[in-house]
């Protein structure tokens, strides 16, 4: 039976309440070369397209024991200050969408990266915008999420973004299944638009999208099979249109005072996802 801890998380995912075993130590011990930082430096400009490293297979190691995609947790960053805006219309929206009534308070992407997701195309130039679809993180330690807890400089983010500290921001928790699901119900056919998913920046030309259902769950498990590679951090899941807030899970925020705000904002919402206090998630990788 899954514990909630005192930060409102199930089962084993805090690292507070729930420490990692220590490792036991090898007979010989193994020299180890030093880790590299992951995102200190930020991502290259869209406009200069940068390539994206090939997805490696893993080891046995750090491939994963279990493979169900649908489990694979999805994470939508925005600032508390959006929050009422979101639960007004009960939507993630598109930035191309024709339903928005009034536009993010604090808008976290650069004009320069809002302009070139609405050029770049997911299947070819008949097929939708980047911008057409409300996108996703595949890790809470994605490298432009990563970016503003570190406070780097990033071309892909906003004034607004690199001046607002980590703890202003929430992270909105959903899963693969839920979106399937969703699509599922709601699905006008087989011509209905499946989400995608992408191995880089989903504005970047170098990089590969998963379109179809076939070839997005095919991305998916490319993406699972190493724990220890940077490419997932790059990767993004792409919902079409909208998605509906009663997708959420799960609310992640940096600490007490900001869970204390947050709730009051869900107090008049129809559907009241757990908010989870969970530092981590909210610290420069190189804190954690």
Known sequence: MNEECIHGLDGELCALCFPPAAPVAPTVPAARAPRASRARTPEAPTA????????????AKTKRQDDNVGEQRIYHLTHIRNLPGILATGRLLADSSDDWADRPVVDISSSANRGARRDARVAGADSLAVADHVPFFLSPNALVWENIRAQSLDPRLSDDAHDAAAFDFVIL???????????????????????????????????????????????????RADLDSDTILKAELLVPGEVPFGLITLIGVANDRVRDAVKPILAAASHKPKVAVYPPWFHPTDED
């Open 48 to 59: 200069l397209r940068t390539i994206v490293a090939p997805i490696t297979t893993g080891t």
């Open 173 to 223: 928790v959903s899963t693969v299944k839920k979106v399937l699901d969703a699509q599922a119900t709601t699905a006008a056919g087989p011509s209905a638009s499946h989400f995608a998913v992408t191995d880089g920046d989903a504005a970047f030309a170098a990089t590969r999208f998963g379109a179809t259902a076939a070839a997005a769950d095919r991305m998916l498990r490319l993406l």
